[in-house]
């Protein structure tokens, strides 16, 4: 199981930036898709992206589509979630996750999980 450690977050204005990081613990996430997803209030967790073992492919929510950005350096073993026009509805915990059976990137399971951070964007 890959061990997630997440970093980034806060808080931000509407139209606000930030970047989640999620370090690994092994070298065998390299071989591992990964997806975000996000827990709003009240509300089960939803897929936010993913991105293939090498990031030649990339998938999104609608809700997220072109204003987030999934990536990752495996010669850090580190993903990444760029987000960019944050509103308010993008208030939640986020939450990194490594390793799951191809074509499952949306619902999973996945082999291990991230701490979760939280993501407030005000008005």
């Known amino acids: 199981q890959v061990q997630l450690v997440q970093s980034g977050g806060g808080s931000v204005q509407a139209g606000g930036s930030l970047r989640l990081s999620c370090a690994a613990s092994g070298r065998i996430f390299i071989r591992y898709t990964m997806g975000w997803f996000r827990q709003l209030p009240g509300k089960e967790r939803e897929f936010v992206a993913a991105i293939s073992p090498i990031g030649d492919i990339t998938d999104y929510a609608d809700s997220v589509k072109g204003r987030f950005t999934i990536s990752r350096e495996n010669a850090k073993i580190t993903g990444y979630l760029q987000m960019n026009s944050l509103k308010p509805e993008d208030t939640a915990v986020y939450y990194c996750?490594?390793?799951?059976?191809?074509?499952?990137?949306?619902?999973?399971?996945?082999?291990?999980w991230g701490q979760g951070t939280q993501v407030t964007v005000s008005s």
């Open positions: 996750a490594a390793g799951v059976p191809r074509g499952r990137e949306r619902t999973g399971p996945y082999n291990g």
